[in-house]
Nanobody, 125 residues
């Protein structure tokens, strides 16, 4: 069993920044590719970003490319999502997810093995 706990969500003004964190309760954190997804009210969950096991490769949704940065610190069992230039359409519950031995930088949520509880991000205009 793997537990993922997100933190860092909150209320921020448009144009501002926020950093989300996700910490995993697992010894072999470096065996998981880590992704971020988000879900706005009334909408389907959508892919945001993914990072490979070593942190050497990333992939982003077009909607956040250039504004968001995913990173990880394997020594701390933590993956981050730095969100800059936030827009109102970024408002959603953000989830981190773990893909055991993932190596394809998947955008498909069903391919992930473990999920956090989510953290709310609200961007005001």
């Amino acid at each position: 069993q793997v537990q993922l706990v997100e933190s860092g969500g909150g209320l921020v003004q448009a144009g501002g920044s926020l950093r989300l964190s996700c910490t995993a309760s697992v010894r072999t954190f470096n065996q998981y590719a880590m992704g971020w997804f988000r879900q706005a009210p009334g909408k389907e969950r959508e892919f945001v970003a993914v990072i490979n096991r070593t942190g050497g490769s990333t992939y982003y949704a077009d909607s956040v490319k250039g504004r968001f940065t995913i990173s990880r610190d394997n020594a701390k069992n933590t993956v981050y999502l730095q969100m800059n230039s936030l827009k109102s359409e970024d408002t959603a519950v953000y989830y981190c997810a773990a893909d055991y031995y993932g190596s394809t930088l998947s955008r498909v949520d069903r391919l992930y093995d473990y999920w956090g509880q989510g953290t709310q991000v609200t961007v005001s205009s």
